[in-house]
């Protein structure tokens, strides 16, 4: 397996838990194809949003996520730092 994406769908909108690319396969487009594919599935069921989180300490993930269309929504402290929530409209 190259790469997986875990989504939830909620009432109204969908949620990217999980993003995962094996080390190998990193860097090569492929952690984008799997946010590219949960988005295409909230417009496919009609959600206006699509919503992620991600440690502020993952800096690669925040600049990713931004320059996929993704603002922050807010930030909330945790246990081993700040969890940033963004969001997307679709």
Same mark, same amino acid.
């Given at each position: 397996?190259?790469?997986?994406?875990?989504?939830?769908?909620?009432?109204?909108? +969908?949620?990217? @838990?999980?993003?995962?690319? &094996?080390? #190998?396969?990193q860097?090569?487009?492929?952690?984008?194809?799997? =946010?590219?594919?949960?988005?295409? +599935?909230?417009? @496919?069921?009609?959600?206006? &949003?699509? #919503?992620?989180?991600?440690?502020?300490?993952?800096?690669?993930? =925040?600049?990713?996520?931004?320059? +996929?269309?993704?603002?922050?929504?807010?930030e909330?402290?945790?246990s081993?730092?700040?969890?940033?929530?963004?969001?997307?409209?679709?």
């Amino acid at each position: 397996m190259a790469a997986l994406v875990e989504i939830n769908q909620r009432r109204d909108d +969908l949620l990217i @838990e999980n993003v995962a690319v &094996a080390p #190998r396969f990193q860097k090569l487009g492929y952690g984008r194809k799997m =946010v590219a594919h949960a988005e295409s +599935l909230a417009a @496919e069921a009609r959600f206006e &949003a699509v #919503r992620l989180y991600t440690n502020a300490k993952f800096e690669d993930n =925040v600049r990713l996520y931004s320059s +996929l269309g993704y603002d922050v929504e807010r930030e909330e402290a945790i246990s081993d730092g700040v969890l940033v929530h963004m969001v997307k409209a679709i």
